[in-house]
């Protein structure tokens, strides 16, 4: 080896069969395919991405139109929904135990149903309130007053607060302030000084809303 060839491997510290093989090395030349060759596929699969968008495009509309009309299907019928009847029971104001007023297509009853019938409707007025024996009654002062009139212009002139009522179950009141009805309710009694006929009851519950009851006398 020369000193050149000494230097020289000294300064680019590459060995000589390095530079030998790099010096035999061939290059294998790339085969690529055509692009007229090639055309077919990238238009299939363009198709098929086209073919995808668009089903799922119109999938998404579809969703939403079936959305927006189960809404208003919904809509419909909240808004068609019969109202639930309301059952009255026993109120206190006369006419609370009335049946529903509702309108229906009936066969007119025969002689006897329709006598049969009367005879039940006067059997139920004989219990509503303010019938005899049946009615509210509260005691004030030591006199037993039953329910008389509703008076919607409100207490008459010259009524003075007497006191609060007391609800208890039973037929007939034992107690002053304690009132017998067929529900609970609460209220105030008021009198009218010098008139013991009559005592006026400001009471709320079943069906009542601090509505004005006269209480007339018994006996």
Same mark, same amino acid.
């Given at each position: 080896?020369?000193?050149?060839?000494?230097?020289?491997?000294?300064? $680019?510290?590459? &060995?000589?069969?390095?530079?030998?093989?790099?010096?035999?090395?061939?290059? &294998? &030349?790339? $085969?690529?395919?055509?692009?007229?060759? @090639?055309?077919?596929?990238?238009?299939?699969?363009?198709? !098929?991405?086209?073919?995808? !968008?668009?089903?799922?495009?119109?999938?998404?509309?579809?969703?939403?139109?079936?959305?927006?009309?189960?809404?208003?299907?919904?809509?419909?019928?909240?808004?068609? @929904? @019969?109202?639930?009847?309301?059952?009255?029971?026993?109120?206190?104001?006369?006419? /609370?135990?009335?049946?529903?007023?509702? !309108?229906? /297509?009936?066969?007119?009853?025969?002689?006897?149903?329709?006598?049969?019938? /009367? @005879?039940?409707?006067?059997?139920?007025?004989?219990?509503?309130?303010?019938?005899?024996?049946?009615?509210?009654?509260?005691?004030?002062?030591?006199?037993?007053?039953?329910?008389?009139?509703?008076?919607?212009?409100?207490?008459? %002139?010259?009524?003075?607060?007497?006191?609060?009522?007391?609800?208890?179950?039973? %037929?007939?009141?034992?107690?002053?302030? %304690?009132?017998?009805?067929?529900?609970?309710?609460?209220? %105030?009694?008021?009198?009218?000084?010098?008139?013991?006929? $009559?005592?006026?009851?400001?009471?709320?519950?079943?069906?009542?809303?601090?509505?004005? !009851?006269?209480?007339?006398?018994?006996?």
């Amino acid at each position: 080896m020369s000193r050149a060839e000494i230097l020289f491997d000294a300064i $680019t510290n590459v &060995r000589p069969e390095l530079i030998e093989e790099a010096q035999e090395y061939k290059f &294998r &030349r790339r $085969t690529r395919i055509p692009v007229r060759r @090639a055309m077919p596929w990238l238009a299939a699969a363009a198709c !098929v991405a086209l073919l995808v !968008v668009t089903v799922r495009w119109s999938g998404f509309f579809n969703m939403g139109g079936n959305s927006g009309g189960s809404a208003n299907f919904g809509g419909m019928a909240n808004g068609s @929904a @019969a109202p639930e009847s309301s059952d009255t029971g026993g109120g206190w104001a006369a006419g /609370d135990t009335a049946g529903s007023s509702g !309108v229906t /297509d009936v066969d007119e009853p025969s002689g006897e149903e329709q006598e049969s019938q /009367d @005879a039940a409707s006067d059997d139920s007025a004989a219990t509503m309130p303010g019938a005899a024996g049946s009615s509210p009654t509260v005691m004030v002062n030591g006199m037993c007053y039953q329910w008389g009139d509703m008076l919607p212009d409100g207490l008459p %002139e010259g009524s003075v607060y007497y006191g609060d009522v007391e609800y208890v179950d039973g %037929e007939r009141p034992v107690n002053d302030r %304690e009132i017998v009805g067929p529900s609970d309710v609460t209220g %105030e009694i008021y009198v009218v000084p010098g008139d013991d006929s $009559t005592v006026y009851l400001v009471l709320s519950g079943e069906s009542l809303d601090s509505d004005v !009851v006269a209480f007339d006398l018994i006996g």
